[in-house]
């Protein structure tokens, strides 16, 4: 038996009544309907709402009735709940319509600095507002031929004071970013080696006219994610492996950009194909591990078989599960990681 039991910290009140769970699948389908909603009892057939807005792929299945679980909860909770998961997907929902160029900086962001939050908003302002590919390109060039095969090295670029930033002073855009970063430093423990990265993967793409979109048209991954993908656990696997096979060269030439990075920038586009996609972060690895009693060791394709094992993904397709169990346990999300126990079967209690 699995079981979820929440108590928030010693000498406070019980959040919910324990959760008792047969199987993994029970357990992973309850956190999916918790964060997505609760599907309806029967499909009805209704004409299609036409609409010229764009929506990410994993969209469709977002019900706006919460899952009877949330009902064991206490009020409080279910309200915080409510404001976490709105929040997230609101700020997910647009991607679809978001230049490819800033979905590109997104995955130096989401590694852990202040990007998108200050830095790069400001300098283009201060380079004229140009488009982002403009952005992309006068960052891009700031490395010489040597430098944008070199390693970050805080000597070199950890600071202002450091050579680096002295010999961009006479470049293009150099003066507006230097001056940027003296109002907002990079944040973060790896903020001025994500810089680096950053400006080595707007180099990578020069042979696309420091164009993302036109890079990811020209290597053929907007064709292949264009193509649906049922829902099944055995087709999410061999999708991951084909994927893998094809773009492994094109994912490695972007510095600073991993399998899972590179799978959270794309995932909340409108492609069928997105659904496909998944990242294996500390939550999502934390959670399978406790939920299925072995360990993962970031390894994404044991990660997928792991839930497809389960029959998690005969029903949901892995950008959903991903998405699902990423709110359920983060410490930005909902945060219930410490409320799975491990049990002695390897499962939870």
Request: charged share 20%.
């Amino acid at each position: 038996m699995l079981c979820l039991g929440f108590m928030q910290r010693q000498l406070q009140p019980r959040r919910m009544q324990p959760l008792h769970f047969a199987t993994p699948l029970e357990l992973i389908r309850s956190v999916v309907k918790m964060v997505f909603g609760e599907p309806p009892r029967t499909p009805r057939a209704r004409t299609p709402v036409q609409t010229n807005t764009l929506r990410p792929a994993w969209y469709r299945y977002l019900h706006p009735r919460p899952s009877p679980i949330w009902k064991k909860f206490t009020p409080d909770e279910r309200q915080r709940a409510k404001g976490i998961i709105e929040s997230y997907f609101a700020s997910l929902i647009d991607s679809p319509v978001q230049d490819f160029n800033l979905l590109f900086f997104r995955v130096y962001e989401q590694q852990g600095s202040n990007f998108l939050a200050n830095i790069l908003p400001t300098y283009k302002l201060k380079l004229g507002d140009p488009p982002w590919s403009t952005v992309v390109a006068t960052m891009g060039t700031f490395l010489d031929t040597q430098a944008k095969t070199l390693r970050y090295d805080r000597k070199q670029s950890g600071t202002l004071r450091r050579s680096f930033f002295r010999e961009i002073r006479t470049k293009r855009g150099g003066r507006e970013l230097i001056a940027t970063l003296k109002q907002y430093p990079p944040q973060g423990r790896n903020g001025w080696q994500l810089l680096w990265q950053m400006m080595r993967g707007c180099a990578a793409l020069e042979r696309w006219g420091f164009d993302f979109g036109c890079a990811l048209r020209e290597s053929g991954v907007i064709e292949y994610l264009g193509a649906p993908l049922p829902v099944d656990g055995n087709w999410a696997l061999a999708t991951w492996t084909d994927r893998r096979e094809r773009f492994s060269d094109f994912v490695n030439g972007l510095p600073g950009i991993g399998w899972s990075t590179f799978d959270y920038l794309l995932r909340d586009l409108q492609y069928p194909g997105c659904l496909s996609l998944f990242k294996v972060d500390s939550t999502n690895e934390a959670f399978v591990e406790k939920v299925l009693g072995h360990k993962l060791n970031g390894n994404r394709t044991k990660y997928l078989e792991g839930l497809a094992d389960t029959g998690i993904l005969d029903e949901y397709p892995p950008a959903v599960v991903n998405m699902a169990i990423y709110v359920f346990t983060s410490r930005s999300g909902l945060g219930y990681i410490q409320a799975l126990e491990g049990g002695p079967q390897g499962g939870l209690c």
